[in-house]
């Protein structure tokens, strides 16, 4: 396994780093033993260079609160979000808590939707 610094830019004076972790429910049944899985909450936390050391700051200098939780629309209130223009970031780095397990796949399937061309960290056939 390789570490995420390999694979971060080597200038990161310019990043957003984004952190998130969505918590869902299981409300479609598609048979006795399935179900799909809906998001209901994406909590999100955030830090630049200026900011990454330190434990808790609450405010960053550059883009304020550095925790946000959307609940309405979770998928897409994230990627609006993510897309918001911030003039001192040239690049935002999307982090999922469980992007193996099945936080990425919401993302996904909602950038193919909105025809988005996405850049993916793999490992062989896994998203990392």
Not at 104 to 125: G, P, R, T
């Given at each position: 396994m390789r570490t995420l610094k390999d694979d971060l830019p080597s200038d990161r004076s310019n990043v957003l780093y984004v952190f998130y972790d969505f918590e869902t429910t299981q409300k479609t049944k598609y048979s006795e033993k399935a179900a799909l899985l809906v998001p209901d909450v994406v909590c999100v936390q955030q830090f630049c260079s200026q900011c990454e050391d330190e434990e808790d700051c609450?405010?960053?200098?550059r883009f304020g609160q550095r925790k946000h939780t959307f609940?309405?629309?979770?998928?897409?209130?994230?990627?609006?979000?993510?897309?918001?223009?911030?003039?001192?970031?040239?690049?935002n780095v999307a982090i999922a808590h469980k992007a193996k397990a099945f936080d990425?796949?919401?993302?996904?399937?909602?950038?193919?939707?909105?025809?988005?061309?996405?850049?993916?960290?793999?490992?062989?056939?896994k998203i990392m």
């Open positions: 609450g405010e960053c200098v609940w309405d629309d979770p998928v897409g209130e994230l990627l609006l979000y993510l897309r918001q223009p911030r003039p001192w970031a040239n690049k990425l796949h919401f993302i996904l399937n909602k950038a193919i939707i909105l025809k988005w061309k996405s850049e993916l960290i793999m490992s062989e056939l």
